[in-house]
């Protein structure tokens, strides 16, 4: 049974001095996750922002499809600077086997990730 997607906002700073949004995942993430995930892209702001995964502990495929979305409109339209961290080493692996690290760096931790920012 699938755990619903939570996602907590938070802020953070980044190595550079500058604000960092944080999105936190909790839950299992799946095409039920689309409007908690997107909504919650919506309402930040800013430059820089980190998704944390260390709460999640599944990504299906239609997971991976709106984390590719919101990194499309992130990168793309948005012209913001995107990390994500807290991916377990399987989904690190898938993650980066579909090209996510095109568009976001991908590190083991926060305190590395915000180091890159």
């Known amino acids: 049974m699938q755990a619903p997607t939570k996602v907590a906002t938070r802020t953070a700073t980044a190595a550079s001095g500058a604000p960092v949004t944080i999105l936190a995942f909790a839950g299992d993430i799946a095409s039920t996750s689309k409007e908690p995930i997107l909504e919650a892209y919506g309402a930040t702001d800013g430059q820089k922002l980190?998704?944390?995964?260390?709460?999640?502990?599944y990504v299906n495929s239609s997971g991976i499809a709106i984390i590719i979305q919101l990194l499309l409109d992130a990168t793309k339209t948005g012209g913001r600077t995107v990390?994500?961290?807290g991916l377990t080493p399987h989904?690190?692996?898938?993650?980066?086997m579909v090209g996510?690290?095109?568009y976001a760096t991908l590190s083991p931790d926060e305190a590395t990730a915000l180091g890159l920012l």
Do not use: M, N, P
């Open 50 to 57: 980190l998704l944390d995964f260390s709460g999640t502990e």
């Open 91 to 96: 989904f690190q692996k898938v993650f980066t």
């Open 100 to 102: 996510i690290g095109k």
């Open 83 to 85: 990390g994500i961290f």
